[in-house]
């Protein structure tokens, strides 16, 4: 018997230490090299876990939904004899490490099915997790955070002949599974009413409700927070602080005592975008893409970097440098179930509108499948929150760490407005640009947001700018 230890390793992020969501095998069971063994929760992402060896599952160091340190053995392996150079070889191995449900491509497993529906936009990507992510259009307020797109996500399917655990993973997701922990609830013995058979928050709701007997436990966690549950009481509620929500807090106290925040307001009227937005929806060659106020705004941003390039820098002060980026990594800050992320589109700048709409479609799907990649999550130059889904005109965001500036859209609304010298009711925009006034004076500042606004303003601007 040769037993080897796994540790929690580096996830390649700068991070100490990880929660564990799901133990995805239990002990006693044969798993295969690179079989996933556990999904874990990073500051970031959910990430597969796979085997650095082929064997079967000694112990378990820790039980799902503790938090490890990082170099913590979390699982010990029997391989079975003396150790050869085959067992060996797994051990110097690192495991693979993508965003949760990324990995089905070099471990061989079917993709999740993506969303049909789309839903980008944002919150301040400064503050708040609470806000869900929307490319609707800023006409009007959101509904709040639609649980039902986390559920209805497919979890991967285990492949024909693989070794599993001796009792096979409920088909859920990661807040739902989290949900029933804390209710006491078991996977196994609950159907699920979703699509394949997906478990789903009410379904849990439910068999908590029967078991108890009808109780009002149930009626109080449908409307708490699931991850609030523990330690509350009558009068307060209680949540840990990790995961997400940590992450973003210190990159957020981060920001607002290193960067010297500057937040300028300007008020347009867009009535030629929404004008354009129409006839871009029912034109042919744009058939089957989602247009919203967000698309033509990202698009917008693009442009108007080429004539202000220093909103698109960082302050590198190890080497006393002001590094300005000939790329733009566009950041749309996006509210998921698991709370707040700010995934970006890799060189937009590069990118047609088409191309622009679906990389915000993709980078929707994926996020509120909880599927973003810590590379996705990582490298931004400029961010995009759009507060005017949820009925907003302006806010003061705050800025991802590194970058210069970081643009809200507020709620695109009817207004009397001076109108070729007369008062009409147009539709109106308010724009509010935060800036890094190490990197942007107020001159380079004031000038990128009149040059954005100018092109919402009157769309053909833009052939001006290019």
Excluded at 131 to 143: D, F, G, R, T
Excluded at 323 to 342: D, S
Aim: proline share 6%.
């Amino acid at each position: 018997m040769t037993i080897k230890e796994f540790k929690l390793p580096d996830l390649g992020e700068g991070l100490t230490e990880s929660e564990i969501v799901t133990w995805r095998v239990a002990e006693g069971d044969t798993v295969e090299l690179n079989q996933i063994i556990a999904d874990v929760e990073t500051a970031k992402a959910v990430v597969e876990l796979p085997s650095p060896y082929a064997g079967a599952v000694k112990h378990l160091h820790a039980p799902a939904g503790t938090v490890v340190e990082v170099g913590q053995p979390i699982v010990s392996f029997d391989i079975g004899g003396e150790a050869s150079d085959a067992a060996e070889a797994p051990a110097k191995r690192e495991p693979n490490l993508v965003g949760y449900g990324a990995a089905v491509e070099k471990s061989g497993r079917p993709a999740r099915r993506k969303r049909a529906s789309e839903s980008t936009g944002t919150s301040s990507a400064a503050a708040t997790g609470d806000q869900l992510a929307s490319a609707e259009s800023n006409e009007a307020p959101s509904s709040g955070l639609d649980q039902s797109a986390a559920e209805q996500a497919v979890p991967i399917d285990h492949p024909a002949g693989s070794v599993q655990s001796s009792v096979e993973r409920p088909r859920s997701t990661p807040p739902v599974r989290k949900l029933a922990r804390n209710l006491g609830v078991d996977l196994s013995a609950v159907e699920g009413t979703g699509t394949a058979g997906l478990i789903t928050r009410s379904d849990v709701l439910e068999h908590a409700d029967n078991a108890s007997g009808g109780t009002e436990t149930t009626t109080e966690a449908a409307t708490a927070p699931a991850a609030a549950q523990q330690g509350s009481t009558d009068r307060e509620v209680r949540t840990p602080i990790k995961g997400v929500r940590k992450h973003t807090a210190a990159a957020m106290v981060k920001s607002a005592f290193t960067a010297p925040h500057v937040t300028e307001f300007l008020t347009v009227d867009v009535t030629p975008t929404m004008e354009l937005l129409t006839t871009l929806k029912e034109s042919r060659a744009f058939r089957g893409y989602k247009l919203t106020p967000l698309t033509l705004a990202a698009k917008a941003v693009c442009i108007a970097i080429k004539r202000n390039p220093s909103v698109n820098s960082r302050w590198d002060g190890d080497n006393a440098e002001i590094v300005q980026m000939n790329y733009v990594n566009l950041g749309i800050a996006a509210a998921t179930p698991r709370g707040l992320t700010v995934p970006n589109i890799k060189d937009a700048q590069n990118l047609s509108l088409k191309e622009i709409s679906e990389a915000l479609t993709s980078l929707t799907d994926t996020a509120r499948a909880g599927k973003t990649s810590p590379k996705d999550l990582s490298g931004g130059t400029i961010s995009i929150t759009n507060v005017g889904v949820f009925g907003i005109d302006a806010g003061t965001p705050i800025l991802n760490p590194g970058e210069a500036a970081i643009l809200a859209l507020g709620a695109v609304r009817k207004m009397p407005w001076e109108h070729n010298g007369e008062i009409a009711l147009r539709q109106v925009m308010t724009l509010s640009l935060s800036f890094d006034h190490r990197l942007v004076d107020g001159e380079q500042g004031s000038r990128f947001l009149a040059d954005l606004g100018a092109i919402l303003a009157e769309p053909g601007m833009a052939l001006t700018m290019v």
